[in-house]
């Protein structure tokens, strides 16, 4: 006889009095159990979508861990005058998420190299290498021929898909550039980066890439920082006299992506985005370097559109025409403003991103749509002490008596800090009763002294709305983020071999010789 122990678990339920589930309980009235109640209602009625998706919009928060999606849901809450700690961010009220394993084929912690092209391409592999498989080596060229893996956007131009890639990063930084780039280093991001090895083994750095992506029509939108690597060292940059291009080879590869793009664009400035109409191809390229944190971006001389503006200015263009589109949104500057140690504009930065992704709700269909958010990798910011409901997130620990928490040392300290950083300090701890611990340039106290802080190698999370979102749930690896974007557009990994083929066979190109 077949064991069914459910069948054991009904037979006791329906001996129980109904007087069990139909009387009042004590809590009922409870504003926790009746939000709560509420919630579980809305849960049970969603329902998996199994349609095909015809767009897939990939939000990736670099270095937003569990604790910065904490600090920044309470911080979002606080600087509207609200519960900061009961606050759900438009992130929260995803439907669908799962914890994600972030390592690398061969670290722990990884940097966003190997984890963007987990992302991008549906495999691991090694710290510093963008697109390469496992048996790359870092900063070696001539081991990195035949080791190219296709990612998501080449197969969704080959398929007819459009595509567009939106960062605040430089563009061709380690994370969007696992959308287009195959290279040994996640640092030649110019000809000048390259070592005198990769030059000779004819390898090719990931600006130059970008421009003679030979996949279908080629990348449709591409928004974000970097100028200076597309720009010859004899070209003076327009916004800052004072500065010029990284190139050695000449090349002004601005110019050469307008040639190359039948009714193509190039702006640096807000007025020239704001200026655009039209579908044609688009290359937005607003700073030298990377963008600003989205506190300093109303500084900037020449303007700087917002994340949540150059996403909706990529849909306004991916959207034009019957073909679908696969977008990829970063949120670049988290990732540095813990670098620096700076949990202020970190914070700020993920709201901002958090302010995108509710522009993107209200202006897709997620009947057709695939959203996705998520991390590449965590950051070792911490989340510690006992302080008080609605005390300010970046402020000191106050317990709950309404004093300050004194640590050990008889100082008081913050509720944020990080394992590693700039912030830690030789010999005694400073008193930051003094500080402004909310100002831009705060740099909160670290542990262990680092010129910058590392990244974390704790799991992130993945949220997710649209076809086939169901899927992220549990604890998965962040390779299988690739594998269900392109189960919900329907390209199969039977049809890359054949389509990496007659990409390259376009112009003779490959996407890195």
């Known amino acids: 006889m077949t064991y069914r122990p459910f069948v054991g678990v009904l037979l006791v339920c329906a001996l129980l009095p109904q007087a069990v589930f139909a009387q009042d309980l004590p809590q009922a009235k409870d504003s926790y159990f009746v939000d709560a109640a509420a919630d579980l209602e809305a849960r049970l009625a969603v329902r998996p979508n199994t349609g095909r998706a015809r767009n897939v919009i990939l939000f990736v928060g670099d270095g937003m861990g569990v604790s910065t999606l904490t600090a920044a849901r309470i911080y979002q809450g606080q600087r509207a005058g609200q519960d900061g700690e009961s606050t759900w961010t438009t992130m929260d009220r995803l439907p669908y998420a799962a914890l994600v394993k972030t390592y690398a084929h061969d670290a722990q912690v990884p940097d966003s190299a190997p984890t963007a092209t987990a992302l991008t391409t549906g495999v691991k592999t090694r710290n510093g290498i963008i697109g390469l498989d496992q048996r790359a080596i870092e900063n070696d060229c001539a081991a990195s021929h035949g080791r190219e893996v296709m990612t998501l956007f080449e197969q969704a131009e080959v398929a007819g898909l459009r595509t567009g890639i939106v960062s605040t990063a430089r563009i061709t930084h380690a994370t969007p550039a696992a959308a287009y780039a195959h290279v040994a280093s996640r640092d030649w991001e110019n000809d000048t980066a390259l070592t005198p ?252 002294a680092a010129e910058s802080a590392t990244h974390g190698g704790e799991d992130v999370v993945v949220r997710s709305t649209g076809p086939w979102s169901h899927l992220f749930n549990g604890t998965i690896e962040q390779n299988l983020i690739y594998h269900v974007i392109v189960h919900a557009l329907g390209l199969g990994p039977a049809r890359a071999a054949p389509a990496v083929a007659a990409a390259r066979a376009g112009d003779g190109t490959p996407p890195q010789r």
């Open 197 to 448: 090895e990769a030059r000779k083994a004819g390898c090719v750095d990931i600006a130059r890439q970008l421009v003679e992506w030979p996949y279908g029509d080629g990348l449709d939108v591409v928004l974000g920082g970097g100028r200076a690597q597309f720009m010859p060292s004899t070209a003076t940059d327009p916004e800052s006299p004072a500065s010029v291009g990284l190139r050695a080879d000449g090349r002004d590869l601005t110019g050469e992506w307008l040639t190359r793009r039948t009714g193509g664009r190039y702006v640096w400035n807000r007025a020239q985005f704001d200026a655009v109409a039209g579908d044609g191809p688009l290359l937005g390229l607003f700073q030298q370097d990377h963008m600003h944190f989205e506190v300093d971006r109303p500084l900037d001389a020449a303007g700087e559109p917002s994340l949540t503006e150059m996403t909706l200015k990529a849909i306004d263009i991916l959207e034009r025409g019957d073909r679908g589109y696969v977008l990829m949104v970063e949120a670049g500057r988290i990732d540095h403003a813990h670098h620096l140690g700076m949990a202020g504009r970190a914070l700020a930065d993920t709201v901002e991103l958090d302010r995108a992704i509710a522009a993107v709700l209200a202006r897709v269909d997620p009947e057709d749509t695939l959203i996705i958010v998520t991390a590449d990798h965590s950051h070792n910011l911490t989340i510690a002490g006992y302080p008080r409901r609605g005390n300010p997130i970046l402020g000191l620990v106050v317990g709950l008596d309404g004093k300050p928490t004194l640590a050990g040392d008889g100082k008081p300290y913050t509720t944020l800090s990080y394992a590693n950083g700039p912030g830690a300090v030789a010999g005694d701890r400073h008193d930051p009763a003094g500080d402004d611990t909310t100002g831009l340039d705060y740099v909160q106290p670290a542990l262990v």
